[in-house]
């Protein structure tokens, strides 16, 4: 089992690049920006990484971005996290970050995706990997911040694909965002939204309907609602679950409680991601094989969770028909 998820070629969809910022690799920005942090040792931070809901999480990871300031920074964050992507087949990513949390301290729109890009980059050169890049509004922030933000974006328009919606989801509806979305749309960039993690299936209603979201992100609480669950599926409307992050937020209490399996054979368009892998216990291999030890499940039902992930993601046909066959091939050879 162990290594057929590994050799499977992966697509990961639901990756907060902030969130795959490693305890040592923390410490060593630290020291080089002369950064204070509240910790004698990478092994003290692993230590404080135990969450009780989402926004225990958020606290500490928003904490932990202070040590990236500079391009290179965001550069080496993001190319650990490609070299991950080797180690597990991932062969296309989509990455998520949120400029808010670097804006607001004072660093340049510009340094975080110019650093970003310029590892994947390296990566669609070196090791063959495709990427995407997604940027993030902080929903506990106000509207009159997201638009400010989608307006810094705009130089940057040719590098990111789309627009996300991430933080605290309590308290802060799809709706707040509607007006950006619809520019943000209109501007032409694609959508997609956090909705249904720790909220209520009617915000994975709203963003679908108010937010117009290719993709939901987590959506898990889409099974209070048996009536949505039959239209994702009918829709083909994707969800990036995350199954360690949603164990570690004590979203679900154990791995088999959660709901993946039960909607991937109700033809929900399931995908499997690390969310904050830093953060989470694991990268992508890692999440699959939480997931292969809790269920009994087929190869064949786990190749699908890789087919469905490119089905959803945001790239051209002709790549997703390679990476079909990839995915095929490798099923009929195990
Ligand atoms: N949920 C909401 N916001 C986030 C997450 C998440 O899982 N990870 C990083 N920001
Ligand atoms: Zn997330």
Known sequence: MK??????PKVELHLHIEGSL???????????????????????????????NLQSFLNIYYQGANVLLTEQDFFDLTWAYLERCRADNVQHCEIFFDPQTHTDRG?????????ICAALTKAEQE???????????????????????LEMALPFKDKIIGVGL?????????????????????????????????GPAQNIVDAIELLQV?????????????????SLAATRMPLTVCPLSNTKLKVFE??????????????????????DPAYFGGYMTANFMAVAEAFAISNAELAQFSLN???????????????????????QQA
């Open 3 to 8: 290594s057929f998820v590994t050799g499977l």
């Open 22 to 52: 490693e305890p040592e690799l923390m410490f060593e920005l630290a020291r080089r920006n002369q950064v204070a942090i509240p910790f004698s040792s990478p092994d003290e931070v692993r230590a404080a990484y135990q969450f009780t």
């Open 107 to 115: 660093v340049a729109f510009a340094t975080v995706v110019n650093g």
């Open 127 to 149: 090791l063959a990997i495709s990427s995407q890049l997604i940027m993030c509004f902080l929903r506990h922030l106000d509207e009159d911040a997201a638009f400010a933000t």
């Open 166 to 198: 991430d933080s605290s989801e309590q308290g802060n509806p799809p709706e707040k965002f509607a007006r950006v979305f619809a520019k943000a749309k209109a501007l032409g960039f694609l959508t997609v939204a956090h909705a249904g993690e720790e």
């Open 214 to 230: 290719n993709r939901v992100d987590h959506g898990v609480s889409c099974a209070q609602d048996p009536a949505l669950v039959a």
């Open 254 to 275: 154990h791995m088999t409680d959660h709901n993946l399996v039960e909607l991937l054979r109700q033809g929900v368009c399931v995908t499997i991601n690390s969310d």
């Open 309 to 331: 992930a490119i089905e959803a993601s945001f790239i051209s046909q002709e790549r997703k028909d390679e990476l079909t066959q990839a995915v095929e091939a490798y099923l």
